[in-house]
């Protein structure tokens, strides 16, 4: 005898294929995965089979975003280098000229030491003597770097605190100069001269350091 149950409707079809992922959100999370692997291994050591494994997205799926694992690897720099740039994203316009610059060099100290995997892929990125970074579009990076330090040396200078003759690329470089090192050497600085660089007072001791070389450089004497 045929069974007079109804026939339960049929499933829509994004029920079958499963709950669909969001792209940004699939992005990320293969840029913050990816991230970890190049710079444990670097790009040659790297592999998009222990990318995937790290994350819930197929190699198909990574490929499909990034086309290549070279690709990826450029993905990941150049959101290394926004990260970075966040530090000019706060209103220095608010603040007088020299909390304005204290403001922005600790910042800038801070993000270095928050991203120490970026640390690493950029320091790999330069032994490779740049190949990748040379396909990316700096323009708006370096008019933002550039423009955001300008006025606060400008401002400062024309209250008659700061010298006027300071080069905002150069003031950018030493900042970033002094900050690098600080994380990219932490392990061999440590070793050698018995200091341990995770120690939260060390670490504040050198950030007041450095704050306070940027600002006598371009504090008027």
Not at 103 to 126: A, K, Y
Request: aromatic content about 8%; hydrophobic content about 45%.
């Amino acid at each position: 005898m045929a069974s007079t149950k109804p026939a339960s409707p049929p499933r829509p079809a994004a029920a079958r294929r499963g709950k669909q992922r969001d792209p940004e959100l699939t992005r990320g999370e293969v840029l913050a995965a990816a991230t970890e692997e190049f710079a444990e291994k670097g790009l040659h050591g790297a592999r998009v089979d222990e990318i995937a494994a790290r994350t819930a997205v197929s190699k198909h799926m990574i490929y499909y975003y990034f086309g290549s694992k070279d690709g990826l690897y450029s993905a990941v720099l150049e959101r290394a280098y926004a990260d970075f740039r966040a530090v000019e994203q706060v209103d220095y316009e608010a603040l007088d000229p020299v909390g304005a610059l204290a403001t922005l060099v600790g910042n800038t100290f801070d993000v270095h030491l928050q991203h120490p995997n970026v640390i690493r892929i950029i320091m790999s990125e330069n032994l490779d003597r740049g190949r990748h970074a040379r396909g990316l579009d700096h323009a708006a990076q370096r008019e933002l770097v550039i423009s955001t330090v300008g006025r606060i040396l400008a401002r400062g200078a024309a209250a008659g605190l700061f010298r006027g003759d300071i080069d905002p690329l150069q003031i950018h470089m030493s900042i970033s100069a002094l900050s690098f090192y600080f994380v990219a050497n932490a392990y061999t600085f440590g070793e050698v001269f018995g200091v341990n660089i995770a120690d939260e007072d060390v670490v504040s001791r050198r950030r007041a350091e450095v704050i306070e070389v940027m600002l006598s450089r371009c504090l008027v004497r």
